[in-house]
């Protein structure tokens, strides 16, 4: 039996994991690439940090997550199809690796994500938009 995603640790594990996947994705691979580049020394501690805000509760993380998408998509139009290949990788990979609760809460607190984060991307190509 697989264990549950219950440390930080697990956190980083299915970041770490999820992000190889994603890279590679003909889709939206480019997307991370382009953005974030080679140096993800930056990106990947937010990442662990928000994660563990969404899973345990735990203080640390300080971001707008919808904001970051936002201006990602005015530099590289964001759509539909992204966010459900992004969710489809999250998915599998959380799947992969564990078990339990926390990685059922996982899969469901990435498609509440996605989706909250798809709807403000596209409202905010209407004119008068604020975030």
Do not use: C
């Not at 971001?63 to 201006?71: A, D, F, K, Q, S």
């Amino acid at each position: 039996m697989k264990p549950d995603i219950t440390t930080g640790d697990d956190v980083q594990l299915l970041i770490n994991s999820f992000y190889d996947v994603v890279r590679k994705d003909d889709l939206i691979g480019y997307i991370f690439n382009d953005i974030i580049g080679a140096d993800w020394s930056h990106h990947l501690p937010v990442m662990y940090r928000f994660w563990e805000s969404v899973l345990f509760s735990k203080p640390g993380y300080s971001g707008n997550p919808i904001g970051v998408h936002i201006g990602v998509d005015k530099r590289i139009p964001l759509q539909r199809p992204h966010f459900d290949t992004w969710l489809l990788h999250w998915n599998a990979t959380v799947d992969e690796l564990f078990a339990g609760e926390n990685a059922e809460q996982a899969k469901n607190r990435a498609m509440l994500m996605a989706n909250l984060i798809n709807i403000k991307v596209e409202m905010s190509h209407q004119p008068g938009f604020i975030a």
